[in-house]
């Protein structure tokens, strides 16, 4: 259809003309897109240190908390801030527009803020949300916040009301039902059994003992333990399972210019991914693994120009609500041959030390404030590109992969790298 | 529960989302509510960098966002900014029934307004600047409603 | 960099009651943006919804959604917040140069449930909610503080409803056309003073849909691309005693951005005509001055002069506005679409001629606490 309208290339161009845009070329299912945008760089990131409950602080002061936490990371105070992008999950603590409410979170009188909420991944979300923000080139540095205050209500029965009203509500047993039967189809499929997710809940729960502070769960744990704590649905024992947590993270958007005035070493962004397929839990029904997942991983990778992800992967924060989750959901990551999830977790290679160490942080199943979980995947694996994770470094890491979980199996990914592109 | 409704055959399905919920109140409005609790005695905080004082007191400053540890006693009374009297119900969510008046007060000491009640007041002839004083309930639990409304100083 | 275009709208019937459900209200706007701008859903590359779980009653509210605006199909995300954001949402997702065309979709239903209850959980759980406030009362404050200031009267506030119900019988769309005088704005029931039921926006359902496309794509698919030249959002701070609740600064900043962004220089008089949230009548004057239609406390003898009439100078809400209809989170997304439909010269009987540059508005939270300001051009 011919255009018939003449319309003044100049004036309409001018609003929007960058003269900053680069010429990587995006390549998104197979399509040449044109120029992207802006490249944009994560400098820095706050969290509190997440816990059961935290009675000393209100919703507010806690997102003040890892606001202060992520300025302070990278020397900024909210004068620099040009925009900021918030989620958490309304019915957890009953606050409506919580995009307004949150300002006395972090100073944001007069500031542009948007709020983004897609259910557990609500963090990923925001966090992909701030690098739009940023690589829309309509604002420079940008703030994301996901928080969560679980200890103010019933999570359960909070996340019951995500079912449809008339056909899923009365059956649907929270989170965990869900992910539990999706385990049982792996587990028939290809032989795995809950041993081998036990051992990703003592690499998990271990690693957030030893290495991470801010962790909710701080104690090792055995596969005995594990196989010895009541089932919860079956075949998810209690110690397969993410905890529910109080806690906030915020982590800092910035595009390259500034980005590279601001930190020596940006995490920059280059591929996401995102996939939310399914709406009822009967969609999934017969897939053994994440499809969601898949789809995600494979946009995200060809984005970075990631060809081989077991081999140029260095490190991996995985949103995994269950142990079950990081045995069934490796192979949807490239990570290994379908149904070769029980013998990769085995082999130790996603151990710390190992050649693809996942969760460093101890991961969800340490963690989960829900607002906040899917963005601190993404500020750990900044984290780790930056240098800064401290104790749960993986040394010289260059490419690190987040990715978010949540709602009816759906998934977001983000690939974060020291290198500004790959070959 | 579905119910049938009328001519055109649309269905609705009834439910209820009921859900209890404990806010923590955070170190700062702990403090607010404890001294209207055990002393009858409102307090605001104040800014280090801006100077403004705010009721209810709040950690962060809402403009500048610098922390705020200074404490500030409040007068009982103050000054009314703006007003509505409420004339229609809504359930479950009212304090009184309607009509019944809210406004904000600027309580003298502080630099912002103060949401809250107004009682023992002629409906009809509230005005702005009026001074009005707080009243407070002889058994306290510890919030805002501790304080039963302002009236006429 | 390129341009990024609206190609295409849909709205349904905004109604007292929708008979239809959630996600069939969002499967028709869907479908009739789609239909307006002559593509199909496999054109749509990725998608923003904009759902409320309050208002729908379901935590992940995205959810009901997801299948009826094809988002299954496409990277997608929810904006939790009026439609005027989830187009900022989208726009950034096609400049970031990831995606080509955004379908954005907003929609719910006051109906289902008790609206005081879905807008009292806006205020503070600590210090505001158990006074009772809801979006009426908070208004009543805001509204009896901005007229004590600066003396604007009852009068000219019902003159907005007059204007805006009349307006409305032009808007095939509208819930409420109504031939109403001043006296009867005056004489209606008193809901929380100065606020009278026809100065109040009713309780709605409905849903809208736009699609926007990057300037390739436009310039290609669409006959009459109406462009985003401007763009800015902003919000004061929350408690309503912190506020200055006469002042609307935060609708300055972001209309400033906009105005930057486009361009324009004096907006009186390059805007040809403006759809903005007029939740209550008095909104509408109070939004006039922080957009810089005049000066602060001039939107009383703004209205007096007839210059957001219907043939003045720049008329405001020619399609009634959400006085005339309010499915919430919607609204400013219909603001949107009726700008787009001015602008292309198909607004019918509503139509304000010759319009070349239109600006559309939203608000969030209560008091108008955030503002989402648009300049669009043809």
Known sequence: ?423 | MTVELGDTGTRIHQSRIRLRYNWWLGQVMSRFYREIKERCKIFGNKCPECGLVYVPPKENCPKCFAKMTEFVELADTGTLKTFTVVRYPVPFIQPRNPPFALGVIQLDGADTGFTHLLGEIDLEKIEIGMRLKAVFRDVREGNLLDIMFFKPA | MEGVAIIGVGQTRYLRVNPNSHDEMAFEVTNKALEDAGLTIEDIDNSVTCTNDFWDGRTISCMTVTDATGSSRVPTTNVEGDGTYGVLMGLMRILSGHHNTTLVVAQSKGSISIPGLITNAIFDPLCERMLGLDAVSSAALQARSYMAKYGITEEQCAKVSVKNHKNAKNNPYAQLPLDITVEEVLRSRMLADPIKLLDASPVSDGACAVILARESVAKTKCEKPVWIRGVGHCSDTYHLGDRDLSDVGALASAAKRAYRMAGIKNPREEIHLAEIYDAFSYMELMWMEGLGFCERGGGGSLVDSGFSEMGGPLPVNPSGGVLSAHPVLVAGLARIAEAVLQLRGEAGDRQVEGAKVALAHGIEGACGQGHCVYVLQK
């Open chain 1, 1 to 423: 259809m011919e255009s018939k309208g003449h319309v003044d290339k100049a004036t309409v161009c001018t609003s929007f003309k960058n003269e900053r845009a680069i010429g990587t070329l995006v390549r998104f299912r197979g399509k040449e897109h044109g120029k992207m945008g802006n490249r944009v760089g994560i400098v820095g990131a706050g969290q509190t240190h997440h816990r059961s409950k935290i009675p000393q602080c209100n919703g507010q002061e806690l997102i003040g908390i890892a606001v202060r936490r992520a300025l302070e990371s990278a020397d900024l105070t909210m004068k620099d801030i040009d925009a900021v992008v918030i989620g958490n999950m309304d019915h957890f603590e009953s606050i409506n527009y919580v995009d307004m409410w949150s300002v006395l979170g972090f100073g944001g009188y007069m500031k542009p803020v948007l709020k983004v909420t897609t259910g557990g991944t609500t963090g990923s979300a925001v966090g992909h949300a701030a690098f739009y923000h940023v690589a829309s080139g309509l604002f420079d540095v940008v703030l994301a916040i996901g928080w969560e205050q679980n200890s103010e209500s019933d999570t359960t029965a909070a996340i019951v009301t995500h079912c449809e009203p008339l056909i899923e509500r009365d059956f649907y047993g929270g989170a965990i039902g869900g992910l539990a039967a999706q385990y049982s189809m792996y587990m028939d499929k290809y032989g795995a059994t809950e041993e081998d997710a036990a051992h990703v809940s003592v690499r998990d729960r271990g690693n957030a003992a030893r290495y991470n502070p801010y962790a909710h769960l701080r104690a090792e744990i055995t596969v005995e333990d594990v196989m010895k704590s009541p089932y919860i649905s079956y075949p998810l024992r209690l110690l397969h399972m993410c905890p529910r947590s109080d806690g906030a993270c915020a982590v800092l958007f910035a595009r390259e210019e500034k980005a590279t005035k601001i930190t020596p070493k940006p995490a920059w962004i280059l591929g996401l991914g995102s996939s939310h397929r399914s709406t009822y839990l009967g969609d999934e029904m017969g897939l053994a693994g994440l499809h969601s997942l898949e789809i995600a991983s494979k946009q995200a990778y060809e984005m970075a120009g990631i060809r081989e992800p077991f081999k140029q992967i260095d490190v991996a924060e995985m949103y995994l609500p269950a142990a079950s989750a990081g045995v069934s959901w490796m192979e949807a990551m490239g990570f290994c041959e379908e149904g070769g999830g029980p013998a990769f977790i085995r082999s130790g290679v996603t151990n710390m030390g190992g050649d693809l160490p996942i969760n460093p942080s101890g991961g969800v199943i340490a963690t989960n404030c829900i607002g906040a979980t899917g963005l601190i995947r993404i500020g750990e694996a900044a984290l780790q590109i930056m240098g800064k994770a401290e104790e749960r470094q993986v040394p010289d890491a260059k490419i690190a992969v987040a990715t978010g979980f949540g709602g009816c199996f759906w998934s977001d990914v983000m690939i974060i790298s020291s290198l500004r592109q790959l070959d």
